[in-house]
């Protein structure tokens, strides 16, 4: 498989725990790795169905489903009707007399019609009847990001799902991080389960563990990528890529190591591992994939807030994307969302105490740039 | 009259449900009963003949209206009583009051209080049972105003394209909690059903005990071997206000007249004779579910966290 460089500089010679790479020899794209959970699954499992829109055609939801549909039947790889809502319900029904339904939406903006069978209904299932239901599912959410997405095809709703209790809700950062994740929630966990999958990740290539070395790893756990002394960055999904670029320019051009959590799993992160870092530091950078307000950046500083402020040298700064909805133009969309050279930025300034740290700053590049391979258009 | 072995059995039921709920209303004054309670009083009828040919195996999946349909599938009366005192001994451990009542062991699979959410799951879980190749008949329970909500159309529409052997039951009381029928729909709930390419029945007199338990045990033994989706509409009539215990006909939404025409049919209000020889019977059974709901403990705090994920 070939490497797209600017991907390579990341994942190639570095140690980094998410990525496995100091035992992770083989290479694979985020793409490939849902595409063999998928399969594995329905291959493992005869419960599994895979139920989305388009998930038998000829695009595969990306090329995550190709195939499939051919070797295990449309019954278990079942196009669907236009109805987020109904074919959620469906899923639940489904959930609730045997089966393990998959369900895939190509944007999460879609699951927003779905929000009642997810919030007031598979959220509830187990607890509104005292533990008498289990509801075991995966929901795939994908979301977009570049190429014109616009307000209604790049929303990350994750701190949507996250604040209703009863959901678990992860954001795979890596092919290893949904090797680790999708059979181990399918195997052994029986409620529902909301994945926001990235799109500029699908093209992406990875240095993963060979598939045959099992590990017991929590699907629900949060990641140290890397190890560092000055600064800590809490990331999710993407951004957890991009702090690893940041990381890595400012321990090459300045010295400065960075510490990198990937908090993989939303809902119920691994907060100790988050203060025992920032503890450490005394220095945190929250970077999430959505929106600051309220989200996941509101919520890790909370903690830090109730656990021990004190352990702060410096204010934490967030990074997310602006409040507004998502514009099409790229000269708008550039500024939207965090780039490399912002994070390097308020990464040096925390680290150095000032706005004037001397530290050089990498190009300004967009996201969309940097993974060429996203040529869109979807 | 019809005295029957065959009636003498579904009045039984029909009986029980209502000096259940008729207790319920005795006891609600006294605030030991903190829910809100939607009563099936007049719609006896439907739940008993709808489950009466039922088995264990087969599913039914109901409304926050439900007392009826929990008790006909054959949940614990104890249970129920427990549930609604809020007590751990409650069916889901003092978590769900009188609107999420179930009982998975005898195929009540839960009530939700949102109109129309649990009408896809019915599918659904009738698409499991094609796949797993079970036997199963699944009845999704669903009152007239919930034929309104888009999640309805977009469940027929999966049942009748996937051929699953499901039951759409509308148990059709011409009211949404105040609103008539006729201000809500610019359909007709039977002829838009058809549409879609599925059997429809309906049955007219969902007062008729042994009308209603005839016709749904041919139509759940055409299910049970077509696997293939029906669509079945019930006339009944709703006694009491939309929520709570009380009588609303002087709001003026409705009138006097019609209830007292219901009743002149309804067996449950007609067989005096009947109810004076099991009524006994029931009430001690009533008695004991209720002492054991209120000797049974409150949930411990533990209780608060537990079952989430
Ligand atoms: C989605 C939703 N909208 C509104 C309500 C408020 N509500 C509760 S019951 C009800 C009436 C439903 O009527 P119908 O489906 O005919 O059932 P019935 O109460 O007559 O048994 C309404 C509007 C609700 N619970 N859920
Ligand atoms: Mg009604």
Redesign the interface.
């Known amino acids: 498989m070939s490497c797209n460089s600017a991907v390579a500089s990341f994942v190639n010679g570095q140690a980094v725990p998410g990525l496995r790479a100091e035992a992770g020899t083989e290479v694979m794209s985020y793409r490939d790795a849902l595409h063999w959970t998928m399969r594995d699954a329905l291959q493992r499992h005869d419960s599994v169905v895979i139920m989305g829109q388009g998930v038998d055609d000829h695009k595969g939801i990306f090329g995550s489903t190709t195939g499939l549909a051919k070797e295990f039947g449309t019954d278990r790889v079942m196009d669907t009707p236009l109805a987020e809502e109904g074919m959620t319900g469906v899923a639940i029904g489904a959930a609730l007399n045997g089966l393990y339904p998959i369900q895939t939406h190509i944007r999460a903006d879609f699951s927003l019609l779905a929000m009642n069978q997810i919030i007031n209904l598979a959220a509830k299932y187990k607890y509104m009847f005292g533990g008498r239901f289990d509801v075991p599912m995966l929901i795939r959410l994908i979301v977009g990001r570049s190429w014109g997405q616009g307000a209604q095809h790049s929303q990350s709703l994750q701190s949507l799902f996250a604040h209703i209790p009863g959901l678990q809700v992860v954001m795979p950062s890596s092919s290893q991080t949904i090797l680790d994740t999708y059979p181990a929630v399918i195997d052994r966990y029986r409620g529902p389960v909301i994945s926001l999958e990235h799109r500029l990740m699908y093209d992406l290539e990875f240095y993963v563990y060979p598939i045959s070395i099992k590990q017991e790893i929590d699907p629900f756990g949060s990641r140290l990528v890397r190890q560092g002394e000055a600064i800590t960055i809490v990331a999710t999904s993407i951004m957890v890529l991009e702090a690893l670029r940041a990381a890595e320019h400012l321990a090459r051009l300045a010295d400065i190591q960075c510490e990198v959590i990937d908090l993989h799993c939303v809902s119920g992160p691994d907060w100790d591992l988050v203060m025992r870092s920032v503890e450490k530091t005394g220095r945190l950078v929250v970077a999430d994939t959505s929106w600051r307000e309220y989200g996941v950046c509101a919520e890790v500083c909370r903690i830090v807030a109730e656990r021990n402020p004190g352990c702060l040298k410096t204010p934490v700064v967030t990074l997310g994307m602006q409040p507004a909805p998502c514009p099409t133009a790229k000269c708008l969309e550039d500024l939207f969302y965090p780039d490399l050279r912002q994070l390097v930025d308020v990464l040096a300034t925390a680290v150095t105490g000032k706005q004037g740290h001397g530290v050089p700053l990498p190009d300004t590049q967009s996201m969309a740039d940097v993974y060429k391979r996203f040529k869109g258009p979807f | 009259m019809d005295y029957s072995q065959k009636f003498c059995d579904l009045f039984f039921q029909a009986l029980r449900i209502r000096l259940v709920e008729e207790r319920i209303i005795e006891l609600y004054p006294s605030d030991g009963i903190q829910s809100p309670v939607h009563l099936s009083i007049g719609q006896e009828a439907v739940a008993v003949g709808v489950c009466r040919d039922l088995r264990k195996t087969d ?1 039914v ?1 109901c409304t926050y209206r439900s007392h009826a349909f929990y008790l006909a599938k054959g949940g614990s009366l104890a249970e129920m009583f427990a549930e609604l005192y809020g007590k751990i001994t ?7 009051g009188s609107m ?1 009542l ?1 009982a ?1 062991d005898v195929g009540m ?2 009530a ?1 209080a ?1 109109v129309a ?13 094609k ?2 190749g ?1 036997d ?1 008949v ?1 009845v999704g329970v669903f009152g007239d105003g919930a034929t309104e909500e ?2 309805y ?3 027929l ?2 049942a009748v ?1 996937h051929r699953l052997p499901v039951v759409f039951l509308c148990e059709n009381n011409g009211l949404a909690v105040h609103s008539p029928q006729k201000a809500r729909q610019g359909y007709d709930i039977l002829d838009h059903a058809r549409a879609y390419g599925l059997p429809v029945y309906h049955i007219a007199e969902g007062y008729d005990l042994v009308k209603v338990a005839d016709t749904m045990s041919d139509i759940i033994q055409r299910v049970r071997s077509t696997r293939e989706p029906v669509f079945v509409e019930i006339r009944t009539y709703r006694y009491k206000e939309h929520v709570g215990p009380g009588e609303d006909f002087v709001s003026g939404y409705r009138s006097k007249e019609e209830w007292l025409d219901w009743k002149q049919q309804d067996p449950l209000e007609q067989q005096v004779a009947l109810i004076k020889t099991i009524r006994p019977a029931i009430l001690k059974e009533i008695d004991e579910a209720i002492y054991f709901a209120m000797s049974s403990p409150f949930p411990p705090v533990e209780e608060l966290l ?4």
């Open positions: 599913l999946f409650g069916c889901a451990r003092g978590k769900a999420h179930a998975p699979m839960g939700s949102v959410s649990t009408i896809p799951h019915a599918v659904g879980a009738a698409l499991a049972a796949r797993l079970h199963q699944v888009g999640v159309h977009e469940s529409n999966f394209l537990r079952d989430v994920v």
